[in-house]
Each structure stands twice: as C-alpha cells, then as structure tokens.
C-alpha cells in the first residue's frame, strides 16, 4: 500500500507543480510591475499589472496552460494503469507518449523563459530589471513536474504488470 501512495503522489504532483510555475510567476510579474514605478508609457491594469505585466502573464498562463493539460492527462493515464491489471495497457502507454509532446513544448517555452526577453524587446529594460531572481528558476518546477510524472508511470507500469502476472 505503502508504494502505492507515493505512486499516486508522484502522478498528482504534475498539475499541482503546474499551477504552482503560474503562481509563481504571477508572483515575479507584479513584483516586477510595482517596483517600477508610475509609468505612464506602461500604466497599471486593474488586476495589479502594467499592460506588459498582464501580456506576460497570458504568456505564462498559457504556458501554464498546456503543461497543466498535458500533466493531467499523463496522471489520469498513470492512475488508469493502476487499476488495470492487463486489458489495455498498451494503448494507455501510447497515449502518455502522445501526451509527452505538449508537456515537452510547455517545459521548452518555459526553460526559453520569454518574460525577460519580451521585456527587453518591448523596450521595457526596467521592467525585466526589476524581474526577481526566483522567475528564472519557476522553470525548475515544470521539469521537476515532469521527472516526478515519469517516475509515476514507470512505477504504475511496474504494478501493473506484476498484478497482471500475479494468479488470481
């Protein structure tokens, strides 16, 4: 029982992280929207952002977005293998190879990081300076994400063909 809670926890830890990279960008975009300053060529939005603050931050959702999707698809089809013993699990396992491509383009996007380089080609420099430290490494908890996931289907895979060998 034991393996197979950490099982489930490595498989739910996908969209958590996820939601967790948004949050922690949002975190970095409006530190870096009100150490700015008042800007009238930037103003505020009503949601705490400048207007490059808030294009950013769809940048980031979206991002967020599709590995969010993907991790959650990738956790339905670990806990899906979990359940079943032998019926299925072939095609379960190429639906996770599918799903692997969107997780992929979201961890690439994020590790490209485009808040600061869209910053600076908006000609924002302050805003990308004013960036704390800790948004280049949000990256990290998608790759995280993704590592765990990976363990989690290796693991629920393990289970299910040892359940499917074992006599009824």
């Known amino acids: 029982m034991r393996g197979r809670t950490g099982t489930l926890i490595l498989l739910l830890s996908g969209p958590v992280l996820a939601a967790a990279y948004a949050a922690v960008n949002y975190a ?3 530190t870096a ?30 991002i967020a977005l599709v590995a969010g999707v ?4 990738i956790a339905v089809v670990g806990l899906l293998l ?43 420099q302050a805003f990308a300076d004013a960036l704390p430290p800790y948004q280049w490494f949000s990256a990290l908890l998608l790759l995280a994400a993704a590592l765990a996931q990976a363990i989690g289907m290796v ?14």
């Open 33 to 62: 929207s009100g150490a700015r300053g008042p800007d009238p060529a930037d103003p505020m939005t009503s949601g705490g952002l400048t207007s490059l603050g808030s294009d950013l931050w769809w940048i980031v959702r979206g």
């Open 70 to 73: 993907a991790a959650a698809g």
């Open 28 to 30: 970095a975009l409006r």
């Open 155 to 168: 693991r629920a895979y393990t289970a299910a063909r040892t359940a499917s060998t074992l006599p009824r």
């Open 82 to 124: 979990l359940r079943r013993a032998a019926r299925g699990r072939g095609a379960l396992l190429v639906l996770s190879g599918v799903l692997i491509l969107p997780y992929t383009l979201g961890l690439a996007a994020a590790v490209y990081n485009p808040v600061p380089g869209l910053a600076g080609f908006y000609d924002h």
